[in-house]
C-alpha cells in the first residue's frame, strides 16, 4: 500500500514564492523546474513580451514568470479542463493577471497570433520509463501529463512543427527536458530555423532543459 505525494495530501507546494495549489489531475511542481524559470528569466530583456506557457499543468511556470516579471504578457494553456481550472485558481489566489486557454498544443494560439518567448514542460517520460518510475509518481501522477511516447519525444517533435510559424524571429523556447533526450530534442531543431541551442544542466548535473532561439533569417 503507497501513500499518495504529500503535496497532494496537503494540497500545494511552495514553487518560486508562490503558493502552487496541486491535485490527481496536475504534476506536482519539483524544484528543477525553479531553474528553468531563472533561465528563461535571465534570457527574457524584451518588456512587456508575449509569454506562452504551454502545457502548463498547474500553471507554475508562467505563474512564476509573471510574479517576477509583471509587465510579462502571459497566456497558459494546457488540453485537461482540470489543470486549466487549476491555472486560473492558482493565477487568482496568487494576485497575477493571466490569460488561461484550453487546447491542444499550439492550436490554442488564434490565426496570426504570435508569441515573443515560450516555456514548456511537456511529457516526457518513454512509454519504458513510465512502467520503472517510483510508485510515488506512477500511481498517483496523471500519466497523460508525463509519458511522451516510446522515445520520450512526440511532444517535441509536435511542437516543433509549428512553434516557428508564431515564435517571433528572435524569440526564444525554453523547455524542460528528460535527462537522456538532450541530443534527440536537438536533432529536432537542427536546421536554419532555430539557432544558439543551449543544453543545460539540473542540480544533478543531469541534462534538463534544452533553450532554442528562431532565426532572423526567413526560408
Not at 203 to 217: H, P
Request: hydrophobic letters at 40%; charged letters at 25%; glycine letters at 8%.
Amino acid at each position: 500500500m503507497y501513500n499518495p505525494p504529500p503535496a497532494y495530501v496537503t494540497g500545494s507546494v511552495e514553487f518560486y514564492n508562490l503558493k502552487i495549489e496541486v491535485n490527481s489531475s496536475t504534476l506536482i511542481p519539483r524544484l528543477e523546474s525553479e531553474l528553468l524559470v531563472e533561465h528563461a528569466l535571465k534570457r527574457i530583456s524584451k518588456k512587456e513580451a508575449i509569454v506562452l506557457d504551454l502545457c502548463c499543468g498547474s500553471g507554475a511556470l508562467g505563474l512564476a514568470l509573471k510574479g517576477a516579471r509583471r509587465d510579462l504578457h502571459l497566456i497558459l494553456a494546457d488540453i485537461s479542463p482540470d489543470c486549466v481550472a487549476m491555472t486560473k485558481k492558482n493565477a487568482k489566489s496568487n494576485g497575477l493577471a493571466v490569460e488561461v486557454r484550453e487546447g491542444n498544443l499550439l492550436e490554442v494560439l488564434k490565426e496570426g497570433e504570435e508569441i515573443d518567448f515560450m516555456i514548456c514542460n511537456p511529457p516526457y517520460v518513454t512509454t519504458s520509463e513510465y512502467e520503472t518510475l517510483d510508485p510515488s509518481v506512477r500511481l498517483f501522477e496523471p500519466k497523460l501529463a508525463l509519458v511522451g511516447g516510446d522515445d520520450g519525444l512526440f511532444f517535441y517533435r509536435e511542437i516543433e512543427k509549428r512553434l516557428s510559424t508564431v515564435l517571433r524571429k528572435g524569440g526564444k523556447a525554453f523547455f524542460e527536458i528528460g535527462k537522456d533526450l538532450g541530443e534527440g530534442i536537438k536533432k529536432i531543431f537542427n536546421n536554419p530555423l532555430w539557432c544558439d541551442q543551449e543544453l543545460l544542466q539540473d542540480y544533478a548535473s543531469l541534462d534538463r532543459f534544452f533553450i532554442v532561439a528562431r532565426s532572423e533569417i526567413t526560408l
